[in-house]
């Protein structure tokens, strides 16, 4: 399935919010050695951070836009569920291979030809944050003349699929990692990104 970003407006103040909340589709699969159809476990959902949408990178002068070095945004979310491997004890797990699009732009202080975007993957159940998984990935601004509209590589996340396959009581979070000056930056500029399923 695909979710995209339904508006985009990056120097807007921040009016609140927490959490836009989105679901991965069940996909069926077809076993290629028997033709057997397999309903796939259920996918958890998967909440983005609204403040965690956007990353401001400035040059340490200033936090205007003269002073920006790149803006990157996540602008969807792709992924699916599957059944996965065992774990150590033999029990079922769910696979979710989760993928993000991302929009990189070069501001007036960039010194770069290639820009590092971390983000990160945070597994959660109950509310609270049992595990975070951080990735970076590098992305060639020049050649595309300052903006690149890319995706990053799907990742594989393994939750326990637990008795009951049809229903998933964890959640994963999908945001870019801040630091907390960023992260003060676009609770203090930014309206909150929302988000919305568009394709299966």
Sequence with gaps: ??????YIQPLSRF???VFGVLSLSSLIACSSASNEI?????????????????LYAFDGQG??????????????????????????????????????SINVKEGPAANKNKLEVPYF??????????????????????????MLQTHTPLRFI????????LDNDYTLAVGLQL???Q?????SHLLPAHFEKTGH
């Design 63 to 100: 936090i205007d836009i003269t002073h920006t070095a790149y803006h990157a945004q996540i602008s969807g979310v792709n992924g699916d569920c599957r059944v996965g491997p065992h774990d150590a004890h033999k029990r079922p797990l769910t696979r979710v291979r989760v993928g993000l």
């Design 158 to 165: 393994d939750l326990p699929t637990g008795n009951n396959e």
């Design 179 to 181: 630091t907390h000056e």
């Design 183 to 187: 992260l003060d930056y676009n609770r």
């Design 38 to 54: 397999l309903i796939a476990p259920a996918c958890p959902k998967i909440q983005v951070p609204h403040a965690t949408a956007d």
């Design 1 to 6: 399935m695909t979710i995209r970003r339904t």
């Design 15 to 17: 009016l609140g919010g």
């Design 121 to 146: 993957i945070a597994i959660m159940r109950h509310g609270k944050i049992i595990d975070k998984k951080i990735f970076t990935d590098e992305f060639d601004v020049k050649s595309s003349h300052g």
